[in-house]
């Protein structure tokens, strides 16, 4: 891991990721950065003091990285309102209606009319009778819905 940090400007960057403006716990005053790749680092001092070469981070700088963890943590979108779900749902079922329409041709699954045809136009049915309600009336919960039959066809 590479981590950067300078408390004056609340910097910490770990893996060439930054943040700026950061607050953590603890820093001393005459720390002025502190770089650290993988197993060992330096901490820069703004007093004179020389530089010293560390092989543990010490807990100001595992604060400092926390406060890197909770800034890059991505923050989870807002649960969908009852509204968004209800919309959700009846373009769900608007959409497998129109996907379906083909199958309430008469002819589509009449061996008189059509060759190949729809053997099983009753499945269809049954499925659009099923997503139905839901585009006439949604829910404003989430509905599980019913799978789309596989067209099944013969010849004459």
């Avoid at 991505?74 to 379906?100: C, D, H």
């Avoid at 199958?103 to 659009?128: C, G, H, M, Q, W």
């Amino acid at each position: 891991m590479k981590l950067s940090i300078i408390p004056s400007d609340g910097a910490v960057c770990e893996n060439e990721v930054c943040y700026i403006g950061l607050t953590w716990e603890a820093t001393p005053l005459n720390v002025h950065a502190l770089q650290w790749l993988d197993t060992t680092g330096n901490i820069e001092y703004n007093d004179g003091k020389p530089n010293e070469t560390i092989t543990d981070l010490p807990q100001w700088a595992l604060n400092a990285e926390a406060a890197w963890t909770v800034a890059n943590t991505p923050v989870p979108p807002p649960a969908p309102t009852p509204e968004q779900i209800q919309a959700t749902n009846k373009n769900t079922a608007v959409s497998l209606l129109n996907q379906t329409d083909w199958t309430t041709i008469a002819d589509v699954s009449d061996p008189a009319k059509s060759n190949p045809y729809l053997t099983n136009a009753s499945e269809f049915l049954a499925f659009r009778n099923q997503v139905r309600p839901t585009a006439i009336n949604p829910p404003t919960t989430p509905v599980t819905f019913p799978t789309v039959p596989t067209d099944t066809w013969a010849t004459i």
